[in-house]
């Protein structure tokens, strides 16, 4: 009697492990797929997002150009805004007696003031 | 029968699954190589980024020249199902003639261009049409955000990036990036999937020692005397007396390089090392150098020039102004041909040759650009009778503006002749340098005591009674020398009466040189001396490019200096 109850037990027993086994093999296979899956939409994700980051280079890649043509001297003369080259009777060079170092300065001095 | 029936079915499944075995075994052993390299193709495609040049920037980091991406647009005739309403599409969107892309997508070849570098709005929308056998690649497309600023320096490449000129051509293997293929992952719908960074080569950073400032001044100043003046064209260069590094190369007329379309051949030459020219009175101090240095004359020798003209040979050779009897600065001073003539018959032609060999006339100057010319210097055995007083006055000797610029910068420096050059350094796409152009001291071609005198006599030109009072620049003293050169008409082999070039060389301050600046002005119309045309060109570029440099004026330190005593200080 006693080892008929042993042996139902570890017939439960087993039939418990391969349900497990199998469980566990088809939860695998499942996390198996859903992770590949998820792994190709994240490819998806980060090719759109390499898309966008291309098209937003390209589009620094103009912007840095239009900058450098806006900030060409003869655009910014072209654009009317009377800039003029500093007059040199208007700038002054300060003098540090102890270093001697020079530092130029330019002041709008009034024309009687130079 | 019945297991016989078995044991000959089970025989044939078996059969056929080793033959299935077999096959796969082939299929993975024998053509694994071939079959996936097909299947990676059949879920790759093939990404070009493109060649990405590097930049050129000037000496002050501003970009010269940069890359823009765009689109090229193909056709596949074969698969296009309308060419009419293709080519109607094709020719709105690309802003080619109806015609000229009908053609193309008739042509029942199976690639063809329809329109390179196309702007990136233009592609778009012909991109969202979806037009059945037309397609896009995208292509790197060189772009100068100056226009025409330093046009003929920088050059410019081909529609395949190819270099064509100047910088471009000289610098190539340092901007030239390398062609990158990469394989990116598709699916079905041709959606592609992440290949993780894409790193775009780009090409080394090339960095001039131009000054786009300087440079933009030189071109200003040019352009209005080609207006006042109508001149064919107009050169202007300035360079550091010291260091040779070339701060402004300008030619005029100008050339967009945006749109080259627009230019004529020759405006896209650098005339300024290209076309050699007679310098006339500019090379007199060629001749005095020699003449200094030899011993043969100083300053204060006296000059019969009573006459106005001398006799060479068979001709009479005048002078502008006419003197008396004036001392050999005044010579120089006045410009007087017959005064330099006579004074240069103290040297025999082989010291003369000497010295113009020594000052870099008749070789290349070696400046980091394509094309440069050597000039023309003949040796004395093939000289003429005429040709020691000629070219003791500037004729019979071909030079460029860089190589009479470069002896004015021996006279500036103290006597040392400067190896000219532009490339200041290459920078790699990070940013570290990998070379760096160091000044290379030059040959000395002067001692100080003849480079100082020459200087003072320099400055006496623009000074009162000079012929070049118009050089002169507010707030700080012009030395320098004006010419004027009759052009020599090649078919008649006789100088032209009427079509000159007037120029002007000099440096600023004269003390303490900044820059020196050679500026060359080809055929001006109605006055034509060096005094009256070139010599007010230089004066403009010299004052605005002293103000841009921040150099002080001569009389700054007496007037406009505030001194500041250590216990102000805060």
């Given at each position: 009697?006693?080892?008929?109850?042993?042996?139902?037990?570890?017939?439960?027993?087993?039939?418990?492990?391969?349900?497990?086994?199998?469980?566990?093999?088809?939860v695998?296979?499942f996390?198996?797929?859903?992770?590949?899956?998820?792994?190709?939409?994240?490819?998806?994700?980060?090719?759109?997002?390499?898309?966008?980051?291309?098209?937003?280079?390209?589009?620094?890649k103009?912007?840095?150009?239009?900058?450098?043509?806006?900030?060409?001297?003869?655009?910014?003369?072209?654009?009317?805004?009377?800039?003029?080259?500093?007059?040199?009777?208007?700038?002054?060079?300060?003098?540090?007696?102890?270093?001697?170092?020079?530092?130029?300065?330019?002041?709008?001095?009034?024309?009687?003031?130079? | 029968?019945?297991?016989?029936?078995?044991?000959?079915?089970?025989?044939?499944?078996?059969?056929?699954?080793?033959?299935?075995?077999?096959?796969?075994?082939?299929?993975?052993?024998?053509?694994?190589?071939?079959?996936?390299?097909?299947?990676?193709?059949?879920?790759?495609?093939?990404?070009?980024?493109?060649?990405?040049?590097?930049?050129?920037?000037?000496?002050?980091?501003?970009?010269?020249?940069?890359?823009?991406?765009?689109?090229?647009?193909?056709?596949?005739?074969?698969?296009?199902?309308?060419?009419?309403?293709?080519?109607?599409?094709?020719?709105?969107?690309?802003?080619?003639?109806?015609?000229?892309?009908?053609?193309?997508?008739?042509?029942?070849?199976g690639?063809?261009?329809?329109?390179?570098?196309?702007e990136?709005?233009?592609?778009?929308?012909?991109?969202?049409?979806?037009?059945?056998?037309?397609?896009?690649?995208?292509?790197?497309?060189?772009?100068?955000?100056?226009?025409?600023?330093?046009?003929?320096?920088?050059?410019?490449?081909?529609?395949?990036?190819?270099?064509?000129?100047?910088?471009?051509?000289?610098?190539?293997?340092?901007?030239?990036?390398?062609?990158?293929?990469?394989?990116?992952?598709?699916?079905?719908?041709?959606?592609?999937?992440?290949?993780?960074?894409?790193?775009?080569?780009?090409?080394?950073?090339?960095?001039?020692?131009?000054?786009?400032?300087?440079?933009?001044i030189a071109?200003?100043?040019?352009?209005?005397?080609?207006?006042?003046?109508?001149?064919?064209?107009?050169?202007?260069?300035?360079?550091?007396?010291?260091?040779?590094?070339?701060?402004?190369?300008?030619?005029?007329?100008?050339?967009?390089?945006?749109?080259?379309?627009?230019?004529?051949?020759?405006?896209?030459?650098?005339?300024?090392?290209?076309?050699?020219?007679?310098?006339?009175?500019?090379?007199?101090?060629?001749?005095?150098?020699?003449?200094?240095?030899?011993?043969?004359?100083?300053?204060?020798?006296?000059?019969?020039?009573?006459?106005?003209?001398?006799?060479?040979?068979?001709?009479?050779?005048?002078?502008?102004?006419?003197?008396?009897?004036?001392?050999?600065?005044?010579?120089?001073?006045?410009?007087?041909?017959?005064?330099?003539?006579?004074?240069?018959?103290?040297?025999?032609?082989?010291?003369?040759?000497?010295?113009?060999?020594k000052?870099?006339?008749?070789?290349k100057?070696?400046?980091?650009?394509?094309?440069?010319?050597?000039?023309?210097?003949?040796?004395?055995?093939?000289?003429?009778?005429?040709?020691?007083?000629?070219?003791?006055?500037?004729?019979e000797?071909?030079?460029?503006?860089?190589?009479?610029?470069?002896?004015?910068?021996?006279?500036?420096?103290?006597?040392?002749?400067?190896?000219?050059?532009?490339?200041?350094?290459?920078?790699?796409?990070?940013?570290?340098?990998?070379?760096?152009?160091?000044?290379?001291?030059?040959?000395?071609?002067?001692s100080?005591?003849?480079?100082?005198?020459?200087?003072?006599?320099?400055?006496?030109?623009?000074?009162?009674?000079?012929?070049?009072?118009?050089?002169?620049?507010?707030?700080?003293?012009v030395?320098?020398?004006?010419?004027?050169?009759?052009?020599?008409?090649?078919?008649?082999?006789?100088?032209?009466?009427?079509?000159?070039?007037?120029?002007?060389?000099?440096?600023?301050?004269?003390?303490?040189?900044?820059?020196?600046?050679?500026?060359?002005?080809?055929?001006?119309?109605?006055?034509?001396y060096?005094?009256?045309?070139?010599?007010?060109?230089?004066?403009?570029?010299?004052?605005r490019?002293?103000?841009?440099?921040?150099?002080p004026?001569?009389?700054?330190?007496?007037?406009?200096v505030?001194m500041?005593?250590?216990?102000?200080?805060?």
């Amino acid at each position: 009697m006693k080892i008929r109850r042993v042996a139902e037990r570890r017939s439960w027993m087993a039939r418990a492990f391969t349900a497990i086994l199998v469980l566990a093999l088809i939860v695998a296979i499942f996390g198996i797929v859903w992770s590949a899956s998820g792994i190709t939409a994240m490819e998806y994700q980060i090719g759109e997002l390499e898309a966008r980051r291309q098209s937003a280079l390209k589009e620094r890649k103009d912007l840095d150009a239009s900058i450098s043509e806006l900030l060409s001297m003869r655009a910014v003369e072209g654009r009317g805004l009377e800039l003029k080259s500093p007059d040199r009777q208007n700038v002054f060079y300060v003098m540090h007696e102890s270093d001697g170092v020079q530092r130029a300065s330019a002041l709008s001095a009034p024309e009687e003031g130079r | 029968m019945n297991n016989r029936r078995t044991a000959v079915l089970a025989t044939i499944v078996l059969f056929g699954f080793v033959l299935v075995g077999l096959r796969l075994a082939h299929l993975m052993l024998m053509s694994h190589k071939e079959l996936s390299e097909e299947a990676r193709l059949q879920h790759q495609i093939r990404k070009d980024l493109g060649v990405n040049r590097g930049f050129i920037l000037d000496r002050k980091n501003r970009p010269l020249a940069v890359n823009l991406d765009t689109l090229s647009v193909y056709g596949n005739p074969t698969e296009i199902e309308n060419p009419a309403a293709a080519a109607s599409a094709l020719a709105r969107a690309t802003g080619l003639s109806y015609d000229a892309v009908s053609q193309k997508v008739s042509n029942r070849r199976g690639f063809v261009w329809i329109k390179r570098k196309l702007e990136t709005p233009a592609a778009e929308s012909l991109r969202a049409l979806k037009l059945k056998g037309v397609g896009f690649i995208p292509e790197a497309k060189r772009f100068y955000p100056k226009g025409d600023v330093a046009a003929q320096v920088l050059g410019f490449v081909g529609v395949d990036n190819q270099p064509l000129e100047g910088i471009e051509l000289k610098y190539d293997s340092a901007l030239k990036g390398e062609q990158k293929v990469v394989m990116v992952g598709k699916d079905a719908a041709g959606r592609t999937l992440s290949e993780g960074e894409l790193e775009l080569p780009k090409g080394n950073t090339v960095i001039l020692t131009l000054d786009e400032g300087l440079q933009y001044i030189a071109e200003t100043a040019l352009d209005k005397a080609i207006q006042s003046w109508g001149c064919a064209s107009a050169i202007a260069v300035l360079m550091d007396p010291f260091s040779g590094e070339i701060l402004a190369m300008a030619n005029r007329p100008g050339c967009d390089l945006n749109d080259l379309s627009s230019c004529r051949t020759s405006w896209l030459r650098n005339r300024a090392i290209t076309d050699p020219f007679e310098p006339g009175s500019t090379f007199k101090i060629v001749t005095a150098a020699a003449l200094m240095e030899e011993g043969a004359v100083k300053p204060t020798d006296i000059f019969d020039v009573s006459q106005g003209y001398i006799v060479v040979g068979s001709k009479r050779i005048y002078d502008v102004h006419r003197s008396k009897r004036i001392t050999f600065a005044d010579v120089l001073k006045t410009s007087s041909n017959v005064g330099t003539i006579k004074a240069g018959a103290r040297i025999d032609s082989e010291v003369l040759h000497a010295y113009a060999v020594k000052f870099g006339f008749g070789e290349k100057t070696g400046i980091d650009l394509p094309g440069e010319s050597s000039g023309a210097l003949r040796a004395p055995r093939q000289w003429s009778g005429t040709s020691h007083a000629s070219i003791s006055i500037g004729y019979e000797i071909m030079a460029t503006p860089l190589q009479v610029l470069r002896a004015y910068a021996a006279v500036a420096n103290g006597g040392w002749l400067v190896n000219p050059h532009i490339l200041k350094e290459v920078q790699s796409p990070d940013g570290a340098t990998i070379m760096r152009q160091e000044a290379v001291l030059g040959t000395q071609v002067l001692s100080p005591h003849t480079a100082r005198t020459l200087k003072e006599i320099l400055t006496s030109v623009t000074a009162e009674g000079g012929t070049a009072a118009s050089a002169n620049v507010d707030g700080n003293t012009v030395a320098g020398k004006t010419g004027t050169t009759k052009i020599l008409d090649r078919s008649t082999k006789t100088y032209s009466g009427a079509r000159y070039i007037s120029s002007f060389v000099g440096f600023v301050p004269a003390q303490n040189p900044r820059f020196v600046l050679s500026v060359v002005a080809f055929e001006p119309k109605g006055e034509y001396y060096g005094g009256q045309v070139a010599a007010p060109i230089f004066r403009e570029i010299a004052e605005r490019a002293l103000a841009y440099m921040d150099v002080p004026r001569d009389d700054t330190f007496e007037t406009n200096v505030l001194m500041v005593k250590k216990a102000d200080r805060p």
